[in-house]
């Protein structure tokens, strides 16, 4: 078995940065693996217009590492109140990559989010017929509905109705986390793909109590059972094109996560592709690997694939801890103080 594996330099199709401080300490992790990534826009406040895109873009461009020469997509937040117009602006920036869907209240600054779709429906059409892609946070919200049934009545109630009414829209259903999730995605129309994160490729929701309560394991949509990890392992590993990489890496300062309300999110900007690694090998499929990285992300937002290769080595290694975060805080990332078996090789 070889200790080298070269591929295509890969994309992250769904990543946080934050900003000022934690976006300088952030950025060089994900700028060393990714020569692109699709960048959250929910700030506080949320990035909402096209304006706000390009001065968000810039400070992330100034954040860059010396010599680095990775390339933000931008995405705009959706909101109830979006004019139709700003998909066209958007269209012709150059730099905004899609508009992204939160369900008012699902996850971290989403409270601006989007009460109910239908009011959106101007503005999804002009980006079906811009050929502008949604990026979708699929959760529903409801107290009454179970933490762990959210994404499933999502598709349900929301999202298979969204595709058909909109059925040229092109649609990234974000960071799946169950079989009920890869299933509707193999069976959609054209247009519809999904990424999938480590987190959910490597743990079940057994790994937020483990002996005690985890909250470095609590993401949303939260980790879900062993049933739906290896359903979403098979999705990823399959080279079926329609499911890609996007890491959702979400730092959160140590002491807001280890908290009597802990923040959700997991950081794995650091060894991302070394994590993905690990599922693909163990999967026997290192040799689709690329593809997941590297060709399907690009193929599907219609972007060139990327020129030049990462390698990783067969070399185990531990990640800290925890790394700076901007000031005094820190984050803490998968696999702090355990080992990793793949290494990036440094350019
Ligand atoms: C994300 C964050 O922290 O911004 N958290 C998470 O658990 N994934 C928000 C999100 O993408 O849901
Ligand atoms: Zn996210």
């Not at 693996?33 to 968000?56: C, D, S, W």
């Not at 107290?143 to 999202?159: A, C, G, P």
């Not at 193929?299 to 060139?304: M, N, S």
Request: charged content about 20%; hydrophobic content about 40%; proline content about 7%.
């Amino acid at each position: 078995m070889s200790d080298l594996l070269t591929l295509r330099r890969p994309d992250d199709w769904h990543l946080h940065l934050r900003d000022g401080a934690a976006l300088a300490a952030v950025l060089p992790h994900t700028a060393r693996q990714f020569a692109r990534a699709i960048v959250m826009p929910n700030l506080k406040p949320p990035v909402t217009t096209t304006r706000l895109a390009g001065e968000y873009r810039d400070r992330i461009l100034a954040a860059r590492p010396a010599g680095s020469d990775f390339q933000p997509l931008m995405t705009l937040y959706l909101t109830d109140n979006t004019p139709p117009s700003e998909v066209d602006t958007a269209a012709a920036s150059g730099f905004v990559a899609g508009f992204k869907m939160y369900p008012a209240g699902a996850t971290t600054n989403s409270d601006s989010g989007v009460t109910d779709l239908r009011r959106t429906d101007a503005v999804l059409a002009r980006m079906a017929e811009l050929g502008v892609v949604l990026q979708v946070h699929g959760e529903v919200t409801h107290d009454h509905v179970d933490v762990f049934d959210r994404e499933q009545r999502f598709i349900d109630d929301i999202l298979g109705p969204l595709v058909e009414r909109h059925p040229r829209l092109r649609v990234v259903f974000e960071h799946i986390t169950t079989s009920a999730a890869a299933d509707f995605v193999r069976g959609a129309r054209d247009g519809i793909a999904a990424t999938i994160t480590p987190q959910h490729l490597l743990h079940n929701r057994n790994d937020l109590f483990r002996g005690g309560i985890r909250p470095h394991f609590y993401c949303l949509p939260v980790l879900k059972t062993q049933q739906d990890r290896l359903a979403l392992v098979e999705a990823a590993t399959s080279g079926d094109p329609r499911f890609f990489l996007g890491t959702d890496s979400a730092p959160h300062a140590r002491h807001t996560k280890e908290n009597d309300c802990g923040c959700a999110g997991m950081y794995s900007a650091h060894a991302a592709l070394e994590l993905y690694a690990e599922v693909f090998e163990d999967a026997g499929a290192l040799h689709r690997l690329e593809g997941f990285a590297s060709h399907f992300g690009p193929d599907f937002y219609r972007l060139p694939r990327n020129p030049g290769t990462v390698t990783l080595a067969r070399r185990e290694w531990s990640p800290p801890a925890a790394y700076p975060m901007g000031g005094s805080d820190v984050v803490v990332p998968m696999r702090a103080g355990g080992k990793l078996r793949w290494q990036l090789v440094e350019a």
